[in-house]
């Protein structure tokens, strides 16, 4: 967990000051802001408001890499800022802070998986997107949730054999989906990691009309209730087409502000992070996600600190990867859209 806390509360005097100063200088400075659906409401809603995105990490990383702004102001976490300057060498990326970590990235250390993939020559190395540059540098696939399962199934149509990292739920997700043969790392999601499946099936018991839509970095024992698995966009879209007017969410309650846009009318209850008499840590709200906010925004729009710097040798080999990823996006799109 993080050692910095989130930041103090603003009246909403201050708020609305915040708010008109952040729009002029994304206009003054040529700035767009790319936000996660986790961050705080206000940043997304100023996201909306100013012709920036408020998306999953897939969609984040190709709209960045689309708009013609020449700086990116990423509110999200650190992979997302540093995925952002791999994709955009030329642009100036910007975070609100440089603090914002992620425990996937955390457990998945440069230092200890180049030898483990080096021990495994055999297989081909998919790293999800929430990993450091270096990371994303070893590696053959850079992918994220809302192509996982898409792109282990071409790799095994191909005879393929995976080294997954870093996510272990995700993983044996897409392993028990596709059937591949995949080597797993073990690192989990500090907030998907704490729902919990018993206590959800309780949930479940009380509200036999609701449908539970949950984010693949959860538990097996999660997903095993799940009638939708899928990324934050995908969990999105699900709450809007599902018949069910009532919805157990099992992702950061952050998503909310969006899932309700989406789905007007719908209930929305948090999954279960606590079974009887446990506590939660993270409670379905991801604590460096929640270190963006308005103040520190403005902060780093105004004086142009916190800026993203990805080291150029490991950026051009990361890039390799993480451009595959957009790629494949793309021809998945494009089939769709075929079809
Ligand atoms: P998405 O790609 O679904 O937005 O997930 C990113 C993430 O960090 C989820 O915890
Ligand atoms: Fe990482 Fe989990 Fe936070 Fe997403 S919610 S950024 S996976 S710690």
Not at 59 to 81: C, I, K, Q, S, Y
Not at 272 to 287: L, M, V
Request: net charge neutral; charged share 25%; proline share 6%.
């Amino acid at each position: 967990m993080p050692a910095t806390p989130p930041p103090p509360p603003v009246s909403e005097e201050e708020r609305t000051r915040l708010r008109s100063r952040i729009k002029r200088l994304l206009k003054e400075r040529d700035a767009v802001l790319v936000a996660h659906y986790y961050v705080d409401e206000d940043l997304q809603r100023l996201a909306e408001e100013t012709g920036g995105c408020v998306a999953d990490s897939l969609e984040m990383a190709r709209f960045g890499n689309a708009h013609p702004a020449r700086t990116l102001v990423v509110a999200g976490v650190r992979f997302m800022g540093e995925t952002a300057k791999i994709l955009n060498p030329e642009k100036r990326v910007l975070m609100p802070t440089l603090q914002a970590e992620c425990s996937l990235d955390l457990g998945c250390p440069a230092s200890l998986f180049i030898p483990f993939c080096d021990a495994h020559p055999d297989r081909q190395v998919v790293v999800y997107s929430n990993t450091s540059a270096e990371v994303k540098a070893r590696a053959d696939w850079v992918v994220t949730s809302s192509i996982a399962v898409k792109l282990i199934e071409h790799l095994k149509a191909r005879g393929e054999k995976i080294l997954w990292a870093p996510d272990r739920h995700l993983g044996t997700y897409i392993q028990h989906v596709t059937g591949a043969d995949m080597l797993l790392w073990n690192a989990t999601c500090v907030v998907h990691d704490e729902f919990k499946g018993q206590a959800l099936a309780a949930l479940k018991r009380q509200h036999p009309d609701a449908a539970v839509i949950a984010h693949p970095e959860s538990p097996t024992a999660v997903l095993d209730l799940a009638d939708v698995i899928g990324s934050t966009s995908q969990l999105i879209e699900a709450a809007k087409n599902l018949p069910q007017q009532k919805l157990i969410v099992a992702t950061d309650r952050g998503i909310f502000y969006k899932m309700k846009q989406a789905a007007p009318g719908k209930i929305l209850m948090a999954a279960p992070t606590a079974g009887e008499g446990a506590t939660c840590e993270s409670c379905a709200h991801c604590p460096w996600m929640a270190m963006n906010a308005l103040a520190n925004l403005a902060e780093v729009l105004e004086t142009g600190t916190n800026e993203v710097h990805v080291e150029e040798t490991v950026r051009v080999k990361a890039l390799r990867a993480t451009q595959r990823m957009l790629d494949f996006a793309a021809s998945i799109r494009q089939k769709n859209h075929g079809d």
